[in-house]
Every structure is written in structure tokens, then in C-alpha cells.
């Protein structure tokens, strides 16, 4: 691997106009941006639907894409919205993701575009193309005839003609407009590493449509359900509640529809990083009537059978394995023998004893973070430490100024100049900002992922010291 540096921020925390961040003008400048600081990777999460408490990594499609990602812009420029219909949909704050309001809204002015569209040939030839997406845009227009109401619980199956092409026309301007952005960033050296949740939810037409390949009754409801034991997030352990797979099924086909899936997400990105990594050696299944995740147990995964296939599907691009939480000697084994990098976190490094992730202990075969989505800021962090385990840190990173709150600069060049392939911090930790701007607490259903920032925050990052610790560390 060789030694590089890049920024997690999801395109939702994007700056723009319009309640959310898109595939619009500001993703390429956030590309100039990188480019220019000497970066080589833009790493994104989950493209797919959110859902209620608008989590990218439970979704009504593991292979469509969000619909609030779409430039409205493009729309206009097309001639399929009106400036007067851009005006209404005109944001009221730029430094939260309006959920509430996109959830209202959005829908009804992405209609109003595709009833305008004239290509009709061509997006329904693009959909036809990848059965994946044909069926998330048929359960769309199902659920929606269904009263939104879960899959399992259906009584027509009668819709709306206008509402299945909608959801076409949603999903041909999603991939068309990435698609030019992913050129952009390639073009100006820039990489994209994509994220993929390791399950599905119960309400999706990944389930729907694949029903025999989990581990469901004869209604069609999880028999057990995922999540994890306790851990450093949760004390009760964190109850996600997707469906199991039934992996001896899916073995009969060569796991099709993981393979099927992983080629998809490769076409998007340049790199990938498979969330939940550990559950191809043992997964964590809680009976479906507990409450808690406590009471579930482990079960042995597919493990290198699997792996094996998926390195056959991506070649020489890059696969990141994340092997976080509850980690045995059986899955440090299988992320060694994948070849795929793990991941460190410096803020799991200092809590008492020697830790994998301290940076001394970084391989170079690892991605290093300063935190990901789910960890506070590193400021944040700074503040939550108690008075001990901050001095033995900063100790660490050679700090020794009384002053701790101005301690970032020097976490972050020992983080850099790690022995680990690849750095990434969050964009929230190149801005120094704290605990207000965490984008996620697992665990916690209410008032996640909204973090957004805006076009005159990021000018205020220092470029040159940024370049000038890419240039200082061969990265």
C-alpha cells in the first residue's frame, strides 16, 4: 500500500443550498479542495436510502441511491425544474441536514421533474439493466401503494405506474451525476472509498426480493436478528435488528448475491471499506423476541470461502476490512490471511496498557483514523478524557504544553507520521471543531447524522500545513 492520507465526510455534510449536501458544484470544489492539500482519498458512507432516524446503514436498498443526494442545479439546468420550485426548496440553516423537511418535500419536487423528463427510453434502459435496482424501485412504488407500511405487512399488489418511474428517474439521476463526480475526483488524483453495511434491513427490497437467503419464518419476519455483545459504545450491547443470512444458502450460488453486490459498489468506488468485517468469521444472533442485545450468541461465519470470491471481484482495488468492537484471535487471523488492511483508531489507543491502536503499532497494511463516524471529534475526545489518560496521551504525541485544548496539531502529525499505509481524519477534526459537530453516537436513535459545514469553514483550514505534513511524510 502505499503511503497516502484522506477525509472521511459524508456527501449528506457537504456545503450547499438545499437542505442537504449533494452531487452539485460543492462536492468538486470539496475535490479542489483535497486536491490541493495533497490528499489522495475522499471517503464517503453508505450511498443508500436512509431510514427513519436517517442512518445510511439501515435502508430500504442496499444497492439504490439517496434521493436527497441529487443536484437540484442539474435538474434546472436540464429544464425540468423551475427557478421559482428551486427558490421554495432553498434551505434554512447550512449547518444541519433539514431531515424533516427533505422528508416532507424533496419527493414531491424530484416528481415534478420526472414528469417532465423526456428521455424516457433511456433511463427505463439503464434500470432494466441491473435487476437490483429494477426491484427497489418496484418496492417503492409498492410501499408507497402499501401505505409505507413494512413489506411483510402488504395487501396489494397494485401501483402507481407514475410512482415506479419516478423512482427510475430518482435512480438514473443519482448514478448519472455521480458519475461525473467520481470522474472529476479521478481526474484531480483523488480516490473514492465507499462503505457498505454488512447487513440488510427487514424492510428492503434486498430481503423482499431474496427472501430465501436469510434466516426468517414462515412470515417472513427474522428468526434472529443482528447486532453486538456489550462493548465500549453500549452496555446493553447495541440491538441493529437486521435479518441473518442463511449463508449455507447463499453458498449453493457462490454467494451471487454478496459478489453481485460487491462488483456494484466497486463500480461507484474506487476502494471499499465493508463495515462490520468481524461477522464473516462469527456473528453476533439475538434471538428476535430480546429487547437487548445481551442475550445473543455467536455463530461461525463463511469466512475465507466467501473472501476468497470477493477478492476475485475486486482485484487490485482496494478493500478495507473493518475489524472494530469485540475482536478475537479468529478474526485477527481472517483480516490477516484476506490481505485486506484493517483499521486503527487513535482514540481506542489510551485507555490503560498497550494497545493495536496506538501508532507505534499501526502495520502498514492498516488505515489509521483520528476517529470515524461513529467516534466523537478528536477535540471531543480531548475533553472526555479523564486527567490521566489525556497527560499519558499528549505525552505520547510529544505535547507538553500546559494548554491541551491546542493539542491537535500534534495528534495529528503522530498520526501521519505512523507506519500505517493510509491516515484519515474526519473533515470535523481538520476544522479542530468539538463534540457539537459529531455526526454519530451508536446506540442512540435521535439527532445523528446531520452535521453539515459550510463552504467558509473549510477555506479556513490551514492547506499549506496540511500539504506540508503530506509532503513531510511521503503521503
Sequence with gaps: ?????????????????????????EAREFIDFLADCGFSYWQVLPFCPIDEYNSPYKSHSSFGGNPYFIDLDVLFQK????????KTAEQETPYLCEFERLSKERLELLSKAAKRAENIEEIEAVITQNSHLENFCRFMALKTANHFLPWQEWKTEKFDPEI????????FEFFSQWKEIKAYANQKGIGIIGDIPFYVSPDSSDLWANTDLFQLDERNRPTAVAGVPPDYFCEDGQLWGNPLYDWDKMKEDGYRWWLERISFMLELFDGLRIDHFRAFE??????????????????????????????EVAGEKLVIAEDLGHITK?????????????????????????????PH?????????????????????????????????????????????????AIIRTIWRSHAGTVILTIQDLLGYG??????????????????????QIKTIDKDWIRGLNTLYYR
Design 330 to 358: 479468529e478474526v485477527e487471523a481472517l483480516v490477516e490471511e484476506s490481505g485486506f488492511p484493517g483499521m486503527r483508531v487513535f482514540q481506542f489507543g489510551f485507555f490503560g496498557g498497550e494497545s493495536t491502536h496506538m
Design 164 to 171: 415506479l418511474f419516478l423512482w427510475k428517474f430518482i435512480q
Design 282 to 311: 462469527a456473528y453476533w444472533a439475538v434471538p428476535a423476541e430480546e429487547e437487548t442485545a445481551r442475550n445473543g450468541k455467536w455463530v461461525k461465519g463463511p469466512g475465507m470461502d466467501l473472501i476468497e470470491k470477493i477478492k
Design 1 to 25: 500500500m502505499k503511503r497516502s492520507s484522506g477525509v472521511l465526510m459524508h456527501i449528506s455534510s457537504l456545503p450547499g443550498k438545499y437542505s442537504c449536501g449533494s452531487f452539485g458544484k
Design 435 to 456: 463534540s457539537d459537530t459529531r455526526l454519530n453516537f451508536p446506540g442512540r436513535a435521535e439527532n445523528n447524522w446531520r452535521y453539515r459545514v459550510t463552504a467558509d
Design 361 to 409: 503499532n499501526y502495520p502498514q497494511n492498516s488505515i489509521a483514523y483520528g476517529g470515524t463516524h461513529d467516534n466523537n471529534t478528536l477535540l471531543g475526545y480531548l475533553w472526555e478524557l479523564d486527567d490521566d489518560q489525556r497527560k499519558n496521551m499528549l505525552a505520547y504525541c510529544g505535547y507538553t504544553d500546559a494548554d491541551w485544548t491546542k493539542a491537535l496539531p
Design 79 to 86: 429544464g425540468l425544474l423551475t427557478e421559482e420550485e428551486l
